[in-house]
Each structure stands twice: as structure tokens, then as C-alpha cells.
């Protein structure tokens, strides 16, 4: 009797178990973020992902729900151009890794990262874009950051106070723009900087 009702025990455990295993999933899902066609999540075996893929022409990048979920990568590609990239874009994601790469982008408002999850913002990837301009103030509150790429772009300069917050930055892509001078100060505070990559450019001298 005693090992009938043991052996009932040791069912429902795995029962439960096995049950627990797809609401889960089901919680995971249900706290994606993506609410436009296009976009989707995709739960790895170590991490989560946020893409867009396949959207043709946009002006704006696409809209985002709020989510407790961390996100390892998150990518817009795959037959998809960005024009500008507007204020608060990313507002209430959490997201690792950014990768913003060869969407057409030519403007980044001073105010696309507010309202992200700053403390878990590591890698941001925005090479190989038309960007000509980036305005002081538009890395604030970045300072979990050690990976900028901002190479192959059309940026002329890097203007005081641009990388002021970034004080954990260890890693700066900046090659192959038409900058042709930079300010003294420009990357002042940088102390963890070990990576600066400034060739292809137009430069004569060095700050």
C-alpha cells in the first residue's frame, strides 16, 4: 500500500513538472514585446532575442510593448531600412546587445535611448548607416556601455560631451567616416577606453 501511494507521489510530481515546463513558455511569450508584424521573439537555449525582419521601408523603427523580459540580442534585418531612429524608440526594453547595422539610417534623435534599460545596455551597433551627426546628449545615462561601433558612417567630428557618459566604454569603432577633425576634449572620461579606431577617415592630426 505504501509503495502504491509512493509511486502515485513520484507521478504527480513529474506531472507537475512536465506541465510547469510549457506555462513557462507560455509566461515568456505572453511578455514579448513585439506587437507589429515583422517583429517576434525567439527563446534560445542561454538567452532571448528580439528581432524585426523583412519589413521593407520605415521611417521610424517599430513599436515596442513594456517587458520585464531581458533580451541578449535584439536586430532589426533581412529586407528592412530604418530612416531615423525617433525619441524614446526603445523605451522599456531590456536589451544586452543592439545591433542597428546597414538599415539606411541617417538620424538619431537626442532622445532615442530614454526611457531604456540602461543598467543592462552593454553593445550598441549602428555601423554601416548614413548617420552624419550625433548630438551631445544622446549617449546620456549610457554608462553600462563598453561596445560603440559607429563605423562606416558619414559623421565629420565627435563632438564635446558626445561620450561623456559612456564611462565604462572600452571598445570605439569610428573608421571609415569623413571626420576631419575632432575637439581635444572630445574623449575625455573614457578611462576604460583600451580600443579606438579611428582610421579611414580624413584626420591630419590627432587631438
Known sequence: MRMLRDMVMINLAVLVVLCAVPLT???????????????????????????C????????????????LIFEDFYISDRTTVE?????????LRLKKMRMQSLGITT?????????????????????????????????????????????????????????????????YLFHNKISSLPPDCFQGLEKLTGLYLQLNELTTLP
Open 108 to 172: 538619431l534623435d537626442i532622445l532615442a535611448f530614454a526611457g531604456i534599460d540602461t543598467s543592462v545596455l552593454l553593445q550598441v551597433y549602428f555601423d554601416d548607416n548614413h548617420i552624419a551627426e550625433i548630438i551631445p546628449g544622446t549617449f546620456s545615462d549610457l554608462d553600462q556601455v563598453t561596445y560603440l561601433g559607429l563605423q562606416n558612417n558619414e559623421l565629420t567630428t565627435v563632438e564635446t560631451g558626445l561620450l561623456q557618459d559612456v564611462i565604462n566604454l572600452r571598445y570605439l
Open 25 to 51: 513558455e507560455a509566461a515568456a511569450a505572453a511578455q514579448c514585446p513585439a506587437i507589429q508584424d515583422g517583429c517576434n521573439c525567439r527563446k534560445r537555449i542561454r538567452n532571448n532575442a528580439l528581432f
Open 84 to 92: 531615423q531612429i525617433q525619441a524614446y524608440a526603445f523605451q522599456e
Open 53 to 68: 525582419e523583412n519589413m521593407g521601408a520605415l521611417e521610424f523603427v517599430p513599436p515596442f510593448s513594456a517587458s520585464d
